[in-house]
């Protein structure tokens, strides 16, 4: 136990240790981008295809996981696809108006974004769920 003042324990006190020691970076976000993975593949299934168009970027392909500062995942369009400003209109509908006039008509959204939030949260939270006790199992020691 004891080693010149030196007091060696691999036990239950160093799992304590490395447990306050927190999450590092790549931990979290590691955890954060399998839960936004999630999501993702959730809200592609959601995104309407045209088959009828040659696009060099649809859409569905397009939807990346970018890293936050904070180590935070973020589920968005590539700024590259041109393709944003078609998700929003296609996901908020639009109003069909010209010129300033308001004699069109309003097109509904198809709100895939908002469904898929809906339809993803519980297996978001059951991964992240997941992935938090992988790492806590981890740093206690059960490999």
């Not at 799992?15 to 993702?40: C, H, I, M, P, W």
């Not at 990346?64 to 393709?83: Q, W």
């Not at 209109?89 to 108006?97: A, E, K, L, M, Y």
Request: hydrophobic share 30%; glycine share 8%.
């Amino acid at each position: 136990m004891s080693d010149g003042g030196d007091i060696k324990d691999d036990g239950f006190t160093s799992s304590l240790d490395r447990l306050a020691q927190g999450f590092s970076s790549d931990e979290l976000y590691k955890a954060n981008s399998k839960t936004a993975e999630v999501f993702k593949n959730t809200v592609t299934d959601l995104i309407p295809k045209r088959s009828d168009v040659e696009e060099k970027y649809h859409i569905r392909d397009s939807v990346k996981i970018e890293r936050k500062k904070n180590n935070a995942a973020t589920v968005g369009i590539l700024k590259k696809s041109k393709k944003a400003y078609v998700a929003r209109f296609i996901n908020d509908g639009w109003d069909t108006s010209w010129d300033g006039k308001r004699n069109g008509k309003k097109v509904a959204g198809l709100h895939f974004w908002e469904k898929a939030s809906k339809e993803a949260e519980n297996r978001m939270n059951e991964t992240m769920t997941e992935e938090i006790k992988k790492i806590v199992k981890r740093k206690a020691g059960g490999n």
